[in-house]
DNA sequence: GTAGGGTTAG
């Protein structure tokens, strides 16, 4: 009887003709017969055609066992239930019918099928029901049904119970929503630790940390002692504040609390003395925890991949592993980052065969930045394959994979591959439009890059600064000068430093040097410490032969205690690194290396190449005015 | 019932 119950859903929901209908009889069906067998052994080996048939069967499964007084069984099945909202929607493993049988399961509340059957009287609730409810609402991450058993609680007639209340609390704050957590922190009769840490937890979690840290002293007011949740909490809280002040203040409160050698606290420590670069305190708290696990590796590594210190990062990469740690998703992240900001591609190709030998999926977490590293270390087409291997992608896959071919140029494969991810539903953020209005404005894809701009309102991204800005160098750098200034004109903010210095290198590019003095000028007002539009303003003087305005400026960067950096680059060959900087000639080579480049340069100019000295004025000579252009010279 | 570590742009 089972097994034909069980043929019969699966062949109808594999079948063209499947309906609604049809499978309410099957699940008909399989009510009827599915209390004779084990029910999860079955739905296993018939293998079905997706999670969805099997989530159908659970559902009728719940109702049966429950009808027949088996709450632990319904409980059993309840958990594994996956007929929430979407989630197997997403990876496109659904027929259509069984996308319209969730949808429609979705608003008869059929995930919710217990809180009918409660109502009909079938099952008495308690607390333990409505807590696991909750549970699984909270690790789904369902707002809308967790209200939902919120509300199906206050109607109860079950009284005030502070553990309900605290997994509620965690619930919303979990969810993302702290205004209806905080509502019910504030309104509840009593509360114990747990109800502070969570409310703590959730301000921490959700980037409001002057909120987490504003109830620690509150908290010590009404007399109630933190736990180690309540300091892992405030220092992550603390890790994100103005200053350090606030996580050096709970660091005192651990030690007398007695929590220092707890490993949750400890590495919460590390991290947060990390980020506010107290390398030294950071690493005695490290050397003198007692128990280390990953994430206190991880908080050190990551210190070092933000601070660019690749070689320091990976010491400790080799480190942790000596010490008998396994690298997880987040040392791998970091890793990565750390060898694309020192450009050491090959140590990166290392830890990349070292994850793929020691097992690690390709996920996302640390794909991005291994996709990242590639396209920053020059190679597009390793950056394109980590991304076609990706198990899941998320929006950061995309942006990552955009800024690769921006950065290579490839503005049509940017546009291409931004449609792509529109088409199949990934929602791009406000990094995504900065993505792809970047590779449009560098590939001279104006038109595209206008379009993509207006698109934004469709998705509701609200423009920032840096939206304008790339708006600005797409008009200026196709010499839109005008319709440039009308952007800044228009916008609703006020212009920038940033805004000008695009407006202002479109100008230099594009030889307007009444525009581009105004710009230089405004941009140098609001921010007088870069010595790059010093730079350009005094080139733009010097094309036009206002020699003494360029002194001027030139005067003006000693005062404010300005140097161009000098020009550097860097050639490796095998593991050596040749470095050149301006006005130097130390390369052993040198005289080679001059000749070479002779070489190359008269090739450069049978192409083509026209080089532009207009601003090199202080050099009365064509042939050296242009030599001033090829070589590093300040 | 409450906890810590990662990535994309500029």
Known sequence: MLIRALQYVQSASSSRSFSSNALVEAIKHVEIGILSGNYQE????????????????????????????????????????EIFGDSKEGNGSCTIQEKDYLRESQNSKAGLYILDLIDQGSIKPGYTLYNKLLKKCTQLGKLREGRMVHEHFLKSKLNFDLFTLNTIINMYTKCGNLDDAKKIFDEMPCRDMVTWTALITGYSQNGRPEEALALFPQMIKVGLEPNQFTFASLLKASGS????????????????????????????????????????????????????????????????ARKGEGGDALKMFWRMQSEGFKPTHFTYASVFK???????????KWVHAHMLKSGGKLIAFAGNTLLDMYAKAGSIEDARKIFDRLENRDVVSWNSM???????GQAREAAERFEEMLKIGVLPNFITFLCVLTACSHGGLVNEGLYYYE???????????????????LLGRAGLLNEAVDVIKEMPIEPTSAIWGALLSACSMHKNTELGIFAGERCIELNPTDSGPHMILSNIYASVGRLSDVARVRKRMREIGLKKEPGISWVKTGNTDHVFVANDDAHPLNVEIRKMWGKVSEKIKQAGYV??????????DQQEREARLQVHRS
């Open 42 to 81: 079955h739905i296993h080996r018939r293998g079905f055609s997706s999670p969805c048939a099997g989530n159908m069967c659970t559902v009728a499964f719940i109702s049966t066992s429950t009808k027949k007084g088996l709450t632990t069984s319904a409980f059993e099945a309840f958990s594994k239930l």
């Open 241 to 304: 504040a103005a200053t350090d002040k606030p996580g050096r203040q709970v660091h005192g409160f651990v030690v007398k609390c007695g929590y220092s050698s707890d490993v949750y606290v400890a590495s919460s420590l590390v991290d947060t003395y990390a980020r506010f670069d107290r390398i030294k305190e950071a690493q005695l708290v490290f050397d003198r925890m007692l128990r280390k696990n990953e994430v206190s590796w991880n908080a050190l590594i990551a210190f070092y």
């Open 611 to 620: 080089p532009d000295t207009s601003h090199v004025l202080v050099f009365t």
């Open 402 to 408: 955009l800024t690769g071919f921006a950065q290579h």
């Open 455 to 473: 698109l934004m309102k469709k998705y509701n991204v609200e423009p920032h600064v840096d939206h304008y800005v790339t708006k600005v160098d």
């Open 338 to 348: 750390a060898c694309a900001s020192t450009e050491s591609l090959e140590q990166g």
